[in-house]
């Protein structure tokens, strides 16, 4: 499996966090990695549009007649990516920002 997020493992990264880290003094959190939340909440928005998918889907076969729920089911995974685009849109930013440092 290939890593979604391979900018993060980089090495480069790497010591740029560490440097961030030692000129912010801040330390590590008891807290869950940032790319691990990212990665859940991907995987999450993930499985919203399979299920809204297979909603539409057994709506079109015929084995579901609630259109409301179905409806309700495209809306949830639709907000959800467009959630998750705003993050990676405010994530691009900041990295933009980084990048303008002059080190």
Known sequence: MTDPLGLINNAGAANRANLLNKTAGTGATDGPAFKDVLLKNI?????????????IEDLAAGRRDDIAQVNIAKQ????????????????????????????
């Open 76 to 103: 949830k995974a639709d907000m959800a990516f467009k959630m998750l685009l705003q993050v990676r849109n405010k994530m691009m930013d900041a990295y933009e920002e980084i990048k303008q440092f002059r080190v």
């Open 43 to 55: 995987e999450e928005v993930n499985k919203l549009q399979q299920d809204a998918e297979a909603a």
